[in-house]
């Protein structure tokens, strides 16, 4: 069993010889190394490239590191850093490389936790002055997960992340039903190697084990945290209030209600930026449709894999309507889209009359679950888990029905039903019909 991950794939290849450090960024245990050292490899030798023109090298193994040792031998093999951590020398590394390499042959790199080599960043940046050198990398601690790594390659880097398993390459690779491979992924997520385990308990306790000795003890070390207890704390808060709008403000008070302590709305946001840079969630800005500005807050926060998120609250929240909308934000951003959620203000009559006797009008402000853009392309969605009455079907469609434009509106639901259009335009498709089908928007 095994999941192809093709459009990361063809993302490497279209990057090839672009000039640019190929940098492969995402949670921890998304399938990195795996896409790089598998995938991309073999796509590579499919396209005619010789073995011995693809230098595959991982600072982790000693297999790898032994390679090391004939090339100035005088020098130890590792060397510590600015912060006493022994890292592997780069100057023996170069070395390697250089005997290895010829400035007649064109050659692909492919260096996994590159973390691990002493100042990384200058060796790789020297490698761009050889135009034969074609330079991937992976990392696995959180200089490399973060989400300013562009900045450390000085723009000269190319990221791809990658996200966790959309909902149709998890089905791809497992031989379940549709129905019952959304029972376990709303659950289990789409880590990959967790997806590949048979037993739910041997899945919840690698994921529990997944979010607090990996996630949040490398977000407390990179960044120094002192009230680490709160930091998780707020972590489970943030969880149990995914597809809700929040602020630092707000989700202190939450805070201060679920635990009985408290914490600064400044604290909130550092922390909320943590996650964010550890690709743990993501945050949906809030947009102005009529206004067409953004809103600094409120805002959502969505997890890039659900299953942790579910091990962060013990597997207790498993509410079905939440955890879709999750689902839909993160499949519209492994199309490429940038997300953000809607809010649309409008004037609605109400039952009460003034002394004419004429209606009164108030000011509401609704809500668009999405909106989805990219380049040119716009598409405004909301999900609800069902539209079983009439009443509802117009609720999901009333702030749909007053954006004056001529972009797409869709509804996502879950009625078994085929994608259907209403007399405004607006499409109602099912759930699984929008994930399954990578061009579904297009309906």
């Known amino acids: 069993m095994r999941f192809e991950r093709e459009q990361y794939v063809n993302e490497l290849i279209r990057r090839e010889k672009n000039g640019l450090i190929k940098i492969i960024t995402g949670m921890r245990r998304a399938g990195k190394s795996f896409l790089m050292n598998t995938l991309f490899h073999e796509k590579l030798l499919k396209q005619g490239i010789p073995e011995d023109q693809i230098i595959c090298f991982a600072f982790d193994t000693d297999e790898d590191l032994d390679k090391l040792l004939p090339y100035l031998p005088e020098e ?25 390499t010829s400035e007649k042959k064109d050659y692909w790199l492919l260096l996994d936790e590159i973390q691990e080599l002493d100042g ?12 034969n050198l074609d330079v ?10 973060s989400s300013n790594i562009e900045t450390e390659f000085r723009g000269r880097g190319s990221v791809v992340h990658l996200l966790p398993l959309t909902f149709r390459e998890y089905c791809s690779g497992l031989s379940l039903s549709t129905q019952d491979a959304w029972k376990e992924y709303i659950i289990a997520g789409g880590i990959p190697i967790v997806a590949r385990m048979s037993s739910e308990n041997e899945k919840n306790e690698y994921l529990k084990g997944l979010s607090e000795e990996t996630y949040m003890k490398d977000i407390i070390a990179r960044n120094h945290v002192k009230e680490d207890q709160k930091l998780r704390e707020l972590f489970s808060v943030t969880a149990s209030c995914i597809g809700s709008l929040m602020s630092p403000y707000s989700l202190s008070k939450t805070f201060k209600s679920v635990t009985g302590d408290t914490i600064s709305a ?7 930026s943590y996650f964010n840079d ?29 299953g942790v998120r579910n091990a962060v609250l013990n597997f207790r929240q498993i509410e079905e309507t939440y955890i879709m909308e999750n689902i839909i934000y993160n499949e519209l951003r492994a199309r490429g889209y940038n997300v953000d959620v809607g809010q649309l203000s409008v004037r609605e009559k ?25 380049g040119d392309d716009k598409y405004y969605l909301q999900s609800t888990l069902n539209m079983e009455d009439e009443d509802k079907r117009k609720n999901e469609k009333r702030s749909l029905y007053g954006i004056n434009d001529s972009f797409r509106k869709l509804v996502i639901t879950r009625n078994g039903l085929k994608p259907s259009r209403d007399e405004k335009g607006i499409v109602t498709m099912d759930l ?11 309906y």
């Open 76 to 100: 130890p093999l590792k060397v510590k850093d600015e912060k006493g951590l022994e890292k592997v020398n780069a100057r023996k590394f170069r070395a390697y490389i250089a005997d290895q």
């Open 120 to 131: 990384f960043v200058g060796t790789l940046n020297g490698f761009l002055r050889h135009d």
């Open 136 to 145: 991937y990398v992976t990392g696995s601690n959180s200089r490399m997960l």
């Open 266 to 272: 400044e604290t909130i946001e550092t922390y909320l």
């Open 278 to 306: 550890g690709f743990l969630t993501s945050r949906a800005s809030l947009y102005s449709i009529k206004g067409k500005s953004y809103i600094d807050s409120p805002f959502k926060v969505y997890f890039e894999d659900m």
């Open 350 to 374: 109400t039952e009460n009359k003034d002394k004419n006797n004429k209606p009164i009008y108030a000011a509401k402000n609704l809500e668009v679950d999405f909106i989805a853009a990219l």
């Open 432 to 442: 699984f019909d929008f994930l399954l089908d990578p061009e579904s928007l297009k």
